[in-house]
């Protein structure tokens, strides 16, 4: 038994009572219970852990990030560094590394995290105070609009966005490590902001322009017990919109156009947006408020029904990296910003641990293989900050570029990866009750106490790319209990609304067996229930039939009319010049066409591509439409762009006919 089996239990039973009774109805399995042996996520968790920590490090030390904080601790002379919200990316980085260390224990990144959280100690001021960009300008920093005090920038200059990343950090490495060195830096700092924020008269009324910190001081709540920081989580989100109370107000932008209880639909900034209904719905889940849940549950259910590409992201350019409003979904401007995705995974995960439905599930599966994974590439050491739905080869997506960059000035994207991939596991499996959830379907093993029972649960399956799934259910003893699977939500729609929908084919090959023999599972909220006494060694085979399925979108989206997507299991699918002379946006898919999967493990890291044949559109010299054949190759839509910077399309023409089908707007 290593020594981190023996402290986690440990550090969890220590627990104050508070922190332990009142939370998610459903509590999910922590991905340190979880172990992973999958041939499509075990090398991207060993390569962020081998190569995109250690080189997001690297860049935090190039940048000058992590001298930010050794010049505000007086350890060297300099002046501040980069842009005022650079001390968030260090610290996403060191909750990435805690991570990594409790599934792969490495005393040489446990010693660089010792050295790097004192320089970080050093930086804070005596109070508890700590921003580097204002300790090391002090008195003469500015933020445009502030006159460079403590707290006169909360709009746009992240003191307390920067530091609800700090504490999601310090509780991870308490959590892995047992030191208490990081998680003191947070308490200091969090007590000082519940100090000086809150409803008395002599106490500031702002909130965070950059919404983060709720998660972070819930977390410090579930470590310390400590009702404070669920307080002032509450107080920031009862903050918002109370220009009765506040004076001014930041507006849509930052999600504080009204009070949250009387918001209706997804506006402003994306990130910002889905880490605030994350937090909104932590505090939720502990003190029962059912207005933030109503709250919640609207917004979810307009970005769902209005918002969503297809991959499973939000945003858009030209709309303050949010969202642009109902239907405004284009292909080639899409943001789709990769830490919205990220944010949006988490709000995901903690809405179907409030209400235990499949169809927050199937979201999170969405985001996860599509518009989160395009995020970074398979080297572990380029990424995409926004993720597009189309490639013209001249309207420059990525910062000002067509291919993954190794940086960004604001890198809030690669460091928001190498935190959220080993984190991935802790979305597998949940437990409620005598219930015990499976959400996601990839290989390892995890174990859970279910009803009082000791349960170790075992998959085995090829997914994404194939549909059979195997699991082996191994109680101590024999033990009465259900198990819930999942149905994948794309077995009949993409998503639960009307925004998108398959063409009419019904799914067929569906099965399931227990030790053998045809199960007839009852079906409650998107899960298979089996209801039984297991016994060690149990096995339940499941194939969930991966056909290939053609995605209309709703006529209300302009971008998408007369257009048609591609998918294949919870993989959305995409044409790269790569694979046809280096045009794509000119390749048409009739109805009619079947398209063939195809495994090729020699492409791209081993994918499933899709072939058949398509038409290339051109006009004739009257004007009147036409077409050649070509030969179609479809790929992974996660897996565009690894082969250089290529044209690329998710959604293709049914007819060539143009008249008809509105041309893909270019940046031209």
Same mark, same amino acid.
């Given at each position: 038994?290593? /020594?981190?089996?023996?402290?986690? !239990? *440990? ?9 332990? @009774? ?24 060993? /390569?962020?852990?081998? @190569? ?10 190039? /940048?000058?990030?992590?001298?930010? $904080? ?40 446990? +010693?660089?995290?010792?050295? =790097? ?24 920093? +500015? ?35 047992? +030191? ?16 000086? $924020? ?21 977390? =410090? ?12 989580? #509450? ?12 004076? #001014? ?22 990130? %910002? ?130 291919? %993954? ?65 195997? *699991? ?62 297991? #016994? !060690?060694?149990?096995?339940?085979? @499941? ?43 000119? *390749? ?44 179609? @190759? ?23 006919? #143009? ?10």
């Amino acid at each position: 038994m290593t /020594t981190r089996q023996i402290l986690l !239990p *440990l550090l969890l039973a220590t627990l104050p009572l508070a922190a332990q @009774t009142r939370d998610y109805p459903i509590q999910p399995v922590p991905f340190t219970s979880v172990s992973v042996d999958d041939a499509f996520w075990s090398p991207r968790m060993k /390569t962020n852990r081998e @190569t995109t920590v250690g080189y997001c490090f690297d860049k935090c030390e190039e /940048t000058g990030r992590i001298a930010n $904080f050794e010049v505000a601790g007086g350890l060297k002379k300099g002046g501040f560094q980069g842009i005022y919200f650079n001390d968030s990316d260090v610290v996403k980085v060191i909750e990435g590394a805690a991570y990594t260390l409790a599934i792969h224990p490495d005393p040489k990144l446990d +010693k660089f995290l010792d050295d =790097l959280i004192s320089k970080i100690a050093a930086a804070q001021e005596d109070d508890g105070y700590l921003y580097t960009a204002r300790t090391i300008a002090d008195p003469n920093y +500015k933020y445009p609009g502030s006159d460079g005090a403590r707290w006169s920038h909360l709009d746009h200059g992240h003191e307390l966005y920067n530091v609800g990343h700090m504490y999601e950090a310090a509780v991870a490495h308490w959590r892995v490590t047992g +030191k208490r060195s990081f998680l003191d830096v947070a308490i200091k700092n969090a007590d000082l902001v519940c100090k000086v $924020f809150g409803p008395g008269p002599d106490q500031h009324k702002g909130v965070p322009g950059h919404e983060e910190i709720e998660i972070g001081l819930v977390k =410090l709540y579930r470590a310390t017990g400590d009702e404070k920081y669920l307080r002032q989580a #509450k107080h920031f989100i009862d903050m918002r919109g109370r220009e009765d109370l506040r004076g #001014k107000v930041y507006g849509t932008y930052a999600q504080d156009h009204q009070p949250l209880v009387d918001q209706t639909e997804a506006v402003g900034h994306a990130v %910002r947006g889905g880490y605030l209904y994350a937090g909104v719905a932590d505090v939720a889940a502990i003190t029962g408020d059912k207005g933030y849940i109503a709250a919640i549950d609207r917004i979810w259910e307009d970005v769902i029904s209005k918002k969503l590409y297809l991959i499973g992201s939000v945003g858009q350019h030209g709309a303050g990296e949010g969202y642009a409003g109902p239907y405004q979904l284009s292909n080639l401007r899409a943001y789709n910003e990769t830490c919205a995705a990220i944010a949006l995974a988490l709000w995901n995960h903690r809405m179907f641990l409030l209400h235990g439905d499949s169809k927050y599930a199937d979201v999170l599966e969405r985001i996860i293989y599509n518009g989160f994974l395009s995020g970074v590439a398979m080297t572990g050491d380029k990424f995409f900050y926004p993720n597009p739905l189309a490639c013209d080869m001249s309207f420059k997506f990525n910062q000002g570029g067509f291919e %993954r960059s190794p940086w960004f000035g604001c890198s809030c994207c690669p460091v928001n990866v190498v935190r959220f991939i080993p984190s991935i596991p802790g979305y597998v499996y949940a437990v409620r009750g005598d219930s015990l959830y499976v959400n996601l379907y990839l290989g390892g093993e995890g174990k859970a106490e279910v009803a009082g029972h000791k349960i170790t649960i075992k998959q085995q399956t090829g997914y994404p790319w194939d549909g059979a799934v195997k *699991l082996t259910v191994t109680p101590e003893k024999a033990a009465a209990f259900s198990l819930r699977l999942r149905v994948p939500g794309w077995l009949n729609e993409p998503l639960p609304s009307d925004l998108y929908h398959y063409l009419p084919r019904k799914p067929s090959g569906l099965q399931i067996r227990i030790n053998g023999k045809p199960a007839e599972p009852t079906l409650e909220h998107g899960y298979w229930v089996l209801n039984r006494t297991w #016994k !060690p060694g149990d096995t339940v085979e @499941t194939v969930f039939p991966m056909q290939v399925r053609r995605v209309l979108c709703n006529e209300k989206v302009e971008d998408n009319r007369g257009r048609i997507a591609i998918e294949r299991g919870p993989l959305v699918y995409c044409v790269e010049g790569a694979d046809h002379d280096g045009k794509v946006l000119d *390749l048409f898919l009739e109805d009619d066409v079947e398209l063939t999967p195809e495994p090729r493990p020699d492409l791209l890291g081993g994918v499933t591509v899709l072939t058949g044949s398509a038409k290339r559109a051109h006009r004739k010299e009257n004007n009147t439409p036409a077409s050649r054949p070509a030969k179609l @190759t479809m790929i992974p839509y996660y897996s565009w762009c690894h082969r250089g910077a290529n044209e690329m399309a998710v959604w293709l023409p049914r007819s060539s006919d #143009k008249a008809q089908v509105p041309p893909l707007p270019t940046g031209r």
